[in-house]
């Protein structure tokens, strides 16, 4: 991949409103085809205790598939000429914890800036003519592959984006209509 394209995806990415313009985001490139499988292979592996342990346990069946079903969906990275590990850290101002105790509740807005990233980076790369996904999946070995990435506190890994050319072109998901999402107040 052109590393202008990459570069005008990353542009977008950094671009992305933060609370108080902290930037709490970083980017790794990995395009490495050894760690790409490394990586993969750590989280087939996350999987596969997953897995034995739900079976251990007696966990719900439906947990056993869900882990079945988010398996199919965590390794193809590895197959993408690039992964854009995006990390995160939190909210660096204020004492969070004291807020947090008196508030009772989580307060961190650190992830959502860093989604707003991820998804203007998305946006990029739809818009350059790539495909892109956004993913999750691979984070049940999170610890896993931070380790392979030499992740170190404070940052952590908030999503791992595979991008390539697009392989297809499947029908646009289906989304939910306004009429069932949105509530207009009198
Ligand atoms: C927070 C988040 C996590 C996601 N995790 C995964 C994932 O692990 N694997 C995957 O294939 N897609 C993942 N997706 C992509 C969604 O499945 C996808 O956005 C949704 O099905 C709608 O499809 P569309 O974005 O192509 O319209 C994730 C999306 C988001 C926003």
Known sequence: ????????????????PSA???QPWHFVVVQDRGLLQQMAQAVEHKFCSLLERSEKVGAPRRMEAYLRYLRRFSTFFAQA????AVLQKDYDLVDLNAIE???GQQHDPSPHGVAAAVENL??????????ACWTHGPLVARNELERLLGV?????????????L??????ARPRKP??????FLP
């Open 81 to 84: 000429p690039v992964t854009i």
């Open 20 to 22: 108080t313009n902290q």
């Open 178 to 183: 306004l009429e069932e999402i949105v509530t």
């Open 166 to 171: 697009p392989a297809e072109s499947p029908p």
């Open 122 to 131: 998305l946006l990029a790369a739809h818009a350059l003519g790539y495909g």
């Open 152 to 164: 170190a506190r404070p940052w952590r890994l908030f999503a791992m984006v595979p991008v390539g």
């Open 101 to 103: 105790l008196i508030l």
């Open 1 to 16: 991949m052109p590393r202008e394209d990459l570069r005008r995806m990353l542009e977008a990415a950094r671009h992305a």
